[in-house]
């Protein structure tokens, strides 16, 4: 596992690649445009019926198409603009891959945090969930993050995206680059007592969603093969943004050893208290 963000060359090329087959996005939109763009997209979709659909499996919706394609392809753009940074974690047994935190998304990719900050994305997803959804708190490295798969192997283990929140801990996946057989495998109704469980496979390409309650979804992403790439977004809405002090450590050194490092986990820590 490394602590620090090393440029990759192999995986620099392979994302220039990736985003030199698609036209180069114009100016950033404004938050109102992000939020105009996905009111629009989103009356489109059949709501009720997916509010039914992620009902019947306990909390869990796939949806292929889902993003406007030029969203879509802002962020296979940020990928590019973000791979230097990408952190390297490898937990024997468990995980292999990269991350970027939020941290370094808002440095390098802000249209990201506008897109999970976009109030007709929380209003549409509050209707599927009936619950009222809030952002992560700031110092959260979770809160969104793109997640890179570019090494053989790559891969994540069977884990539930666990609340260490007071309340509920939603994840939302999106589609940026998939040039991999890497599936997201699951198992629906795990902790839903009475149904048996069902196992599901999903391989979510650009622009796809995927969104379902952390602590409810029995979930793993299958080793990426030899000259593969993938890249996923994850966006993280909370019930409850408080954290007791306790979960706050486990959730902080999970996040630092599996995901973004020690030095992206603890940076605000450090800052206030002036060693940043
Ligand atoms: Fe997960």
Known sequence: MSDTATPDNTLTQAAQEAHGAHTTPSARPSKRDIDSTLSARLAALPTPKLRDEYGQQSSFLYIEDFLPRDFTERLIAAVHDVTPAVNRNYLPGHKAGGSVSRHTLDKLAPFIADLYRSEALIKWLEALTGDRLQLSPED??????????????????????????????????????????CALEYELHTKTPGVPDEPGSVRYPPGAFVFFDGDKLRHRVTPLGENEMRVSLTFEYVTNPNMRPFQRFISNMKDSIAYFGFRQVFRRNRGKNGQA
Not at 150 to 158: K, L, M, N, S
Not at 166 to 181: A, F, M, P
Request: aromatic share 22%; no cysteine; proline share 5%.
């Open 140 to 181: 959260d490295p979770h809160a969104y993050a793109l997640y890179f798969y570019t090494r053989p192997g790559d891969h994540i283990g069977w884990h539930y995206d666990t609340s260490y929140y007071e309340g509920r801990r939603y994840t939302l996946l999106l589609g940026v680059i998939d040039d991999s057989s």
